[in-house]
């Protein structure tokens, strides 16, 4: 008989295990926290357009630009893990609140920026928050709607919602620069802020491990000082490559903290991960899966915008509504996942989503200077974000699934961890071989045969990690 590892029962708690339809209250529920998650997908990329306007109204010089993105990137990176456990112990509502509070005030602060500082010191709190929210907001996703249908379905909306989130922020933040100014694009999250958060304090009920052990003080130093020092590094390299002695440094620093990190909890009686946890095939094979097609899915969103503005010349406006097809093609996606996912699994569609991406990645390679190709670049794309998006709602609720209600901010400590560095390393690792290649069009190309190379591989890695196991 097969027994598919992925889906062991949980008993209910909130929807019926059965049911996929929501209450009033679960759909008010899922609003606040979708919402919130959409929040900081937008910030990903609203501010990228914006940059230049901001570094001329606050005299940034375009080198010290790259830490409008960084100051965000290495907080709301590096203390992933760590909130979701401090979320886990002491109170993961608490957290969210904490978190939305943190974000509105900062988005605020780097609203009204007199200067480089004040507004740099906006982004890093941003980015606090934003640590805060993603891996509460997700653990109070998966203990309010219990494994099944119901998650199935919510875990489905809020993956369809993070996309968006993020090509949404990209046709935005142009619009509202060009009509407001770039601090409008600020001000946009303040707003978003100032809705959510006096919703959730009376619909989100509290979640916590009923036992108080204590935090692990090592493990959470190490492994926060090592994702912030690759973190930075990765981001860096975006800019400037792997040559300097900063990034050289920072990615030795990495590597050898997030080393010890994995002696420590071997070692630690409460550890802040789980060893066996990693152990388990599906949260391994399963991050595996988040890692590539959120790395690999950003760097052809990179390539593809140097690619219709500088070779087919055109308008950021333009550019914008090729990625606002992807947008809603994605949205399109996102409603009918949760069926796919009942009727194939999560497994199933997870290597078949990767799989669809990597086929459709490999079908930019046709891309050529003719304006023509626009439409194979928004079709390919778009089709490539629908399978994407596939991959990241499986590859969440393989990473969750049967893991007990008080690890369920680590599991999600990691698959948001797994977000951010794969945004963060996709792009610095392929990405720079188009930008430092002597002809653009060729550099584009080498990029999406890697790209669409390392998809596809990582599929059938993944299918084998994830095989079935069958018993007698």
């Known amino acids: 008989m097969a027994i598919d590892t992925t889906t062991s029962p949980t008993t209910p708690t909130g929807a019926q295990l059965d049911d996929p339809r929501l209450s009033a209250r679960d759909k008010l529920v899922l609003f606040v926290l979708c919402a919130a998650q959409f929040m900081v997908a937008l910030d990903f990329s609203v501010l990228n357009v914006a940059l230049p306007e901001l570094g001329t109204d606050l005299g940034m010089?375009?080198?010290?630009?790259?830490?409008?993105?960084?100051?965000?990137?290495?907080?709301?990176?590096?203390?992933?893990?760590?909130?979701?456990?401090?979320?886990d112990l002491y109170g993961r509502r608490k957290l969210f609140l904490t978190g939305l509070a943190l974000f509105g005030g900062?988005?605020?602060?780097?609203?009204?920026?007199?200067?480089?500082?004040?507004f740099l010191a906006g982004r890093a709190l941003q980015g606090l928050g934003a640590a805060a929210i993603v891996p509460t907001g997700m653990s109070l996703l998966t203990t309010t709607f219990p494994e099944g249908p119901a998650r199935d379905r919510a875990l489905g909306i809020s993956g369809t919602l993070l996309s968006l989130g993020f090509t949404v922020g990209m046709v935005a933040g142009g619009v509202l620069t060009d009509a407001l100014g770039w601090r409008s694009t600020m001000a946009l999250l303040s707003v978003f802020a100032l809705i959510v958060l006096p919703l959730a304090p009376g619909l989100l009920p509290e979640s916590r491990t009923p036992q108080r052990p204590r935090l692990d003080v090592p493990g959470a130093v190490t492994v926060t000082t090592g994702?912030?020092?690759?973190?930075?590094?990765?981001?860096?390299?975006?800019?400037?490559?792997?040559?300097?002695?900063?990034?050289?440094?920072?990615?030795?620093?990495?590597v050898a903290l997030l080393s010890a990190f994995a002696v420590v909890e071997s070692r630690s009686q409460a550890p802040l991960?789980?060893?066996?946890?990693?152990?388990?095939?599906?949260?391994?094979?399963?991050?595996v899966g988040g890692l590539v097609t959120f790395s690999m899915m950003s760097t052809v969103v990179f390539v593809l915008t140097l690619y219709l503005q500088e070779i087919l010349h055109l308008s950021a406006f333009e550019t914008g509504l090729v990625f606002g097809?992807?947008?809603?093609?994605?949205?399109?996606?996102?409603?009918?996942?949760?069926?796919?996912?009942?009727?194939?699994?999560?497994?199933?569609?997870?290597?078949?989503?990767?799989?669809?991406q990597g086929a459709l990645i490999a079908a930019l390679l046709g891309l050529n200077a003719h304006t023509w190709s626009v439409w194979l670049a928004t079709a390919?794309?778009?089709?490539?974000?629908?399978?994407?998006?596939?991959?990241?709602?499986?590859?969440g609720l393989t990473v969750t699934s049967g893991v007990p209600d008080e690890e369920q901010g680590l599991a999600t400590g990691l698959v948001t961890s797994t977000q951010q560095v794969g945004i963060t390393v996709g792009i610095p690792l392929l990405g720079v071989l188009a930008t430092t290649s002597g002809?653009?069009?060729?550099?584009?190309?080498?990029?999406?045969?890697?790209?669409?190379?390392?998809?596809l591989a990582a599929a059938v890695l993944v299918g084998l990690g994830l095989r079935v196991r069958r018993t007698a």
């Open 61 to 87: 010089s375009r080198s010290a630009l790259q830490w409008a993105v960084t100051a965000f990137a290495l907080p709301s990176g590096g203390f992933l893990l760590l909130f979701g456990r401090v979320g």
């Open 106 to 118: 900062a988005s605020l602060l780097a609203t009204l920026a007199w200067d480089p500082a004040s």
């Open 227 to 254: 994702l912030l020092s690759l973190i930075y590094a990765l981001s860096t390299a975006a800019d400037h490559g792997f040559g300097r002695a900063d990034v050289i440094t920072a990615l030795i620093a990495g």
């Open 273 to 287: 991960v789980s060893l066996p946890m990693l152990r388990r095939r599906t949260v391994a094979w399963g991050n």
């Open 325 to 356: 097809v992807q947008g809603v093609l994605s949205a399109v996606a996102g409603s009918y996942a949760a069926k796919v996912i009942g009727r194939f699994g999560a497994r199933r569609t997870l290597v078949g989503s990767l799989a669809g």
């Open 380 to 395: 390919a794309v778009s089709l490539a974000s629908m399978c994407h998006l596939g991959a990241i709602i499986s590859y």
């Open 439 to 455: 002809d653009l069009l060729a550099g584009v190309h080498t990029v999406l045969a890697l790209d669409a190379a390392i998809v």
